[in-house]
Nanobody, 121 residues
């Protein structure tokens, strides 16, 4: 069982930056691909970014490409999401997820509880 705890969310003005962190409890963290998803009020959850077990391969949703960067530190069992040039439409609850297989869909095995990101205009 992998437990994931997100942090770093908050309120920021448009154009600002935030860095989300997701800490994992699992000592075999390096065996898991990691993903970030988000869900805005009244909308379905959507894929944001994913990173492979080694960190070499990354994928991004078109809506965040060039503004968000996913990274990981396997020694710290933590995955990050650096969010720059934030827009009001980025407002959502952000979730991290873990999977033995890297994917951009919702087939992740473990999910965190989410952290709220609010971008004011």
């Amino acid at each position: 069982q992998v437990q994931l705890v997100e942090s770093g969310g908050g309120l920021v003005q448009a154009g600002g930056s935030l860095r989300l962190s997701c800490a994992a409890s699992e000592r075999t963290f390096s065996l898991y691909a990691m993903g970030w998803f988000r869900q805005a009020p009244g909308k379905e959850r959507e894929f944001v970014a994913a990173i492979s077990q080694s960190g070499v391969t990354t994928y991004y949703a078109d809506s965040v490409k060039g503004r968000f960067t996913i990274s990981r530190d396997n020694a710290k069992k933590t995955v990050y999401l650096q969010m720059n040039s934030l827009k009001p439409e980025d407002t959502a609850v952000y979730y991290c997820a873990a999977s033995k297989i890297m994917t951009t869909n919702f087939g992740y095995d473990y999910w965190g509880q989410g952290t709220q990101v609010t971008v004011s205009s």
